[in-house]
Antibody
Framework: QVQLVQSGAEVKKPGASVKVSCKASQYNFSTYRIHWMRQAPGQRLEWMGRINGGNGGATYSQKFQGRVTITRDTSATTAYMDLTSLTSEDTAVYYC???????????WGQGSMVTVSS | EIVLTQSPGTLSLSPGERATLSCRASQSINSNYLAWYQQKPGQAPRLLIYGASSRATGIPDRFSGSGSGTDFTLTISRLEPEDFAVYLCQQYGSSPRTFGQGTKVEIK
């Protein structure tokens, strides 16, 4: 069955960067987009951006533009989300998920907790 | 961006009862590209409904979605014990994709 397996929890200091990975399996990685979202404590889910598994084209939410970079490695069928200049407000569970083109998201990774604390 | 507002915030019901959840958009959603997800504590969301009214693969028929434009509804016809969870709506018709704040369905 489809799997999106994310990297483990991270603890970072303010000002640092974090890179979260999302390993895809049991489907054609190049056919789908991978999205990244986050859910801060008590807050609604926020869409951060997405990458096309085939051509690697990425689109970002204006809120995170300049601070987030989404990449992928097709040979490893893995997508990555890099977030820089972390503050305590970036403490959240980060999720990757897939969609077929611009369509609905149909499957999610298990989430990766990122804690930003001095 | 489109703001989604879900109501009520919490729904207290008993197993076997009917649940009606609302999701209202700040502007019309293109092509009714509205999805519903179920989320349990510590778990990732699970797709229930897409395109406002189409059930995802493997979702029981007690779950149904309806609505168009700015007003959408998720109905659970008879609540089973495993249905007590948080329900989220999400629009994917415009960028950025946005989510509602969730409705918690709890056991009365």
């Amino acid at each position: 069955q489809v799997q999106l397996v994310q990297s483990g929890a991270e603890v970072k200091k303010p000002g640092a960067s974090v890179k979260v990975s999302c390993k895809a399996s049991q489907y054609n990685f190049s056919t789908y987009r991978i999205h990244w979202m986050r859910q801060a404590p008590g807050q609604r889910l926020e869409w951060m951006g997405r990458i096309n598994g085939g051509n690697g084209g990425a689109t970002y939410s204006q809120k995170f533009q300049g601070r987030v970079t989404i990449t992928r490695d097709t040979s490893a069928t893995t997508a990555y989300m890099d977030l820089t200049s972390l503050t305590s407000e970036d403490t959240a569970v980060y999720y990757c998920a897939r969609s077929l083109g611009n369509n609905y998201i149909d499957f999610w990774g298990q989430g990766s907790m990122v804690t930003v604390s001095s | 961006e489109i703001v989604l507002t879900q109501s009520p915030g919490t729904l207290s019901l008993s197993p076997g009862e009917r649940a009606t959840l609302s999701c209202r958009a700040s502007q019309s959603i293109n092509s009714n590209y509205l999805a519903w997800y179920q989320q349990k504590p510590g778990q990732a969301p699970r797709l229930l409904i897409y395109g406002a009214s189409s059930r995802a693969t493997g979702i029981p028929d007690r779950f149904s979605g309806s609505g168009s434009g700015t007003d959408f509804t998720l109905t659970i016809s008879r609540l089973e014990p495993e249905d007590f969870a948080v329900y989220l709506c999400q629009q994917y018709g415009s960028s950025p994709r946005t989510f509602g704040q969730g409705t918690k369905v709890e056991i009365k």
